[in-house]
């Protein structure tokens, strides 16, 4: 079976495409794309929820401390608490990424992706 590499697109990929097709100056594209991602950042790490109708939701769940295991040495290790961010995909991207449709299921495994802080 054959690996298959997917392209990532990049931040600039984003604001060529974005200056491109609203006619605007890369500049001033670049601007607004790091304000709204710093806006992003600065809400989640606030505690706050984002919520973008039909795309999806932001949102930062705590996982608690626990006791973990070092396997080369097996000593104990307390990891401590940390925050993550939670993306659940919206309806309209939900049916863009399945157009064939699924269940009306609320969330499925592989539509929620979580990012370490």
Known sequence: MALRWKIATTKK???DRIAESTGT?????KKVVQQFFDEVIAELAGGNRLEFRDFGVFETRTTPARMARNPRTSAKIQVPAKRRVVFKLGKLTRERINPNGRSKHRCSSSEETEVDR
């Open 13 to 15: 990929d984003l604001i």
């Open 25 to 29: 100056k890369q500049s001033l594209v």
